[in-house]
């Protein structure tokens, strides 16, 4: 090879080694963070369902449902396509929320916990695709089984819950 030619090549033969040395250094890496992920759960169980899943959960169930007060006897559902986006947006908070729960740093132990958890993820799964497709009585349904996963979780974990609103 002419010199003149092999000068020409060099510094894209360089530049092809460098290129696979990052795309391998890239992949690896990304492996590497993911074995090694770092959560952050600053914060307490009690501000994550307080300020995350509650307001979720309510957003939920404040629009599923009939209600008889003053007024008379009325639905809840939403009546617009802004009122179904903010319940699919709510049933998407309560997915995360069980995924939230399942977290290392969370977990309260890998056995009901997790199936807990698991059950509220499938509940709000259930309640977006309710509210995707305005169906509802599969939203009633998805409220209702939201209810049942923390009514059962809150028995096992936090039976002293229900004093909490009680009044004197």
């Known amino acids: 090879m002419h010199f003149k030619t092999m000068r020409a090549f060099l510094p894209l033969f360089g530049f092809g080694l460098l290129l696979g040395a990052c795309s391998e250094s ?81 977990a309260l132990d890998n056995d009901a916990w997790m199936i807990y958890s698991e059950g509220l993820t499938q509940a709000g799964f259930r309640a977006m695709a309710a509210a995707a497709t305005r169906n509802k009585e599969d939203l009633f349904q998805a409220g209702a089984d939201i209810y049942s996963v923390c009514s059962a979780c809150h028995q096992t974990y936090d039976p002293e819950i229900n004093s909490r609103f009680t009044s004197d």
Request: aromatic content about 8%; charged content about 20%.
């Open 26 to 106: 890239v992949d690896g890496g990304a492996a590497q963070v993911s074995a090694e992920a770092n959560y952050d759960t600053t914060l307490t169980m009690q501000e994550l369902m307080l300020h995350v899943l509650e307001p979720a959960a309510d957003g939920l169930w404040s629009t599923a449902g009939w209600v008889e007060d003053s007024d008379g006897y009325r639905e809840l559902y939403p009546t617009t396509d802004e009122g179904w986006e903010h319940v699919v947006a709510s049933a998407a908070m309560v997915v995360e929320s069980g995924n939230l729960l399942t977290l290392p740093g969370r």
